[in-house]
Nanobody, 125 residues
Framework: VQLQASGGGLVQAGGSLRLSCAAS????????MGWFRQAPGEEREFVAA????????YYADSVKGRFTISRDNAKNTVYLEMNSLKPEDTAIYYC???????????????????WGQGTQVTVSS
């Protein structure tokens, strides 16, 4: 499966962005999906995850209450709605898929099998 992330950009602090992750090559039905981010000089960190078919979501404490992950299985797409953005949210954002539908405890990059190319999010103060 190929994953294509899009929707990044430059936004002022307090603003919003909506990232999309479109899958191709095969359906992501039955796949658990996640979003990660990586700032310069930092390790890739977990942001959010959603199970299949989408009834359970999980978030990093740093984004809880501000970000929302969702999926549209008919469109083979996963979204990350980001509100109240902060300068510390600046990073390259990656979507990822894992071969199992559950995402409980799946906060490490090694838990995911497929990765998109990333989309840059820059939040100015």
């Amino acid at each position: 499966v190929q994953l294509q992330a899009s929707g990044g950009g430059l936004v002022q602090a307090g603003g919003s962005l909506r990232l999309s992750c479109a899958a191709s090559g095969r359906t992501i039905s039955t796949y658990g999906m996640g979003w990660f981010r990586q700032a310069p000089g930092e390790e890739r960190e977990f942001v959010a995850a959603i199970n299949w078919p989408g009834g359970s979501t999980y978030y990093a404490d740093s984004v809880k209450g501000r970000f929302t992950i969702s999926r549209d299985n008919a469109k083979n797409t996963v979204y990350l709605e980001m509100n109240s953005l902060k300068p510390e949210d600046t990073a390259i954002y990656y979507c990822a898929a894992r071969l199992t539908p559950a995402v409980v405890g799946a906060t490490a990059p090694s838990k995911y099998n497929y990765w998109g190319q990333g989309t840059q999010v820059t939040v100015s103060s």
